[in-house]
């Protein structure tokens, strides 16, 4: 019981960490004023002209920020997403410095925060599900023991998770260098040798942990979430460079594994015979064809770095804009089918005010959402971006309540 009690108390410290860094770094962007959150037209030409100058393969960014003018007024601090090279550049001199704080940001970035998030609602959700639909198991579980397993297992997805994109960042510094210079390796705030210890740390541990605290199906399906993100990434495979091959990838890693290894995972701890209820049944198609639409927007705001790499996405097939109403489209026919669902299933199959009306509000979302987008502008991209990982929240909510 004391070393559960010692992986329990390290986990929540962790995740206790993690949520303290999310708020400080939403904190310290929403109190920039206007003027710091648009660089002014100089700084602009100084970006692209960066960006045109790193657009050669073996370019190195951090050699190239320091001689960008600073202001020597300013704070400010790179925060995923950011495009400012003075953040950028602020943020690399204080881990040189040897911040502890901007090193933790960088390890913190390094997650890729919103997927982190991700995993840990569908964690939540899961186990929730899971014991809600078995009769008596939360009067009768074994807390003491079903909550530190559960945090383990936290741990082990949020590792999978961490190498996953992790490894990613690795193998796709020189594009990141164009499309994502705010990620930590890109920039120059994390070396090589971190970014390969946290990758191999979080490759090595996860599964370890899967192997010895949960049953063998679930080591193998942990597993093959494991490979197929690695190979998402690694040459000579890397399926990213397939817009068909990188979508399938991640629906199935975060789609179906993720959901169904949850409820999976829970049912076995409580000692309850695992079924395909209804209700898991819909959660995993649901989030399959979610995440798969997730994989090609994903691309949406890289279209530059995507084309000068030769990574063939759908959006550098198709073009910005038709993606964006395709993927809108293919929402809200998802949405379509979840509201269907609730409407033909037998009675009492549902919760008929969170399955049929919160899909129907969710999807009102999405259109509202369409309708702002500015394909032409990059920050209009990413915010379209941003609001169906809302979206992609939210269900998790509406699935502990249908």
């Known amino acids: ?208 942990i899967v192997y010895n605290f949960f049953p063998i199906l679930l080591f193998k399906l942990y597993m093959l979430g494991w490979t197929l993100g690695a190979v998402y990434s690694v040459p000579p495979i890397r399926t990213k460079r397939n817009a068909f091959a990188a979508g399938l990838t991640i629906a199935t890693v975060r789609g179906f594994l993720l959901n169904f290894g949850v409820y999976y995972a829970v049912k076995d701890a409580i000692g309850a015979p695992f079924g395909w209820s209804p209700k898991v049944s819909f959660i995993a198609r649901f989030m399959t064809a979610f995440a798969t639409v997730i994989a090609v927007t994903k691309d949406l705001p890289d279209v530059e770095g995507d084309k000068a790499y030769n990574i063939s996405t759908f959006a550098t097939k198709v073009g910005v804009s038709k993606i964006a109403k395709g993927a809108t489209l293919c929402l809200l026919l998802n949405y379509i089918h979840a509201i269907g669902t609730g409407l033909l299933s037998k009675v009492g199959t549902f919760n008929p005010i969170p399955m049929i009306g919160g899909h129907a509000a969710l999807a009102v979302m999405l259109l509202t959402r369409f309708r702002e987008l500015e394909p032409e502008k990059l920050a209009s991209i990413k915010k379209y971006y941003k609001h169906i990982w809302d979206l992609f929240y939210l269900e998790y909510f509406l699935y502990t309540l249908i």
Request: glycine fraction near 6%; include cysteine.
């Open 1 to 208: 019981m004391i070393h559960q009690r010692i992986i329990y108390t390290t986990a929540l410290l962790l995740i206790c960490l993690h949520t303290s860094l999310s708020f400080s770094f939403v904190s310290s962007s929403l109190s920039r004023s206007a003027a710091s959150l648009h660089v002014s037209l100089n700084a602009k030409k100084q970006s692209t002209s960066l960006q045109q100058q790193l657009s050669r393969p073996h370019q190195r960014l951090p050699s190239s920020i320091h001689h960008l003018p600073s202001r020597s007024s300013t704070t400010l601090h790179a925060v995923e997403g950011d495009f400012d090279p003075d953040a950028i550049k602020n943020s690399v001199n204080a881990v040189q410095s040897g911040s502890i704080k901007a090193k933790l940001r960088a390890l913190y970035k390094f997650t890729r925060p919103h997927t982190i998030r991700g995993t840990i609602l569908a964690s939540i959700a899961g186990t929730t599900r899971a014991l809600i639909d078995t009769p008596g198991a939360i009067a009768n579980a074994q807390w003491g023991t079903m909550l530190p397993r559960a945090v383990v297992g936290m741990i082990a997805l949020l590792l999978g998770n961490a190498f996953i994109v992790g490894i990613n960042q690795i193998f796709d510094k020189d594009i990141d260098v164009l499309n994502k210079p705010f990620l930590p390796v890109a920039s120059g705030e994390m070396s090589g040798k971190v970014a390969w210890f946290a990758v191999l740390f979080s490759g090595i541990v996860g599964p370890m």
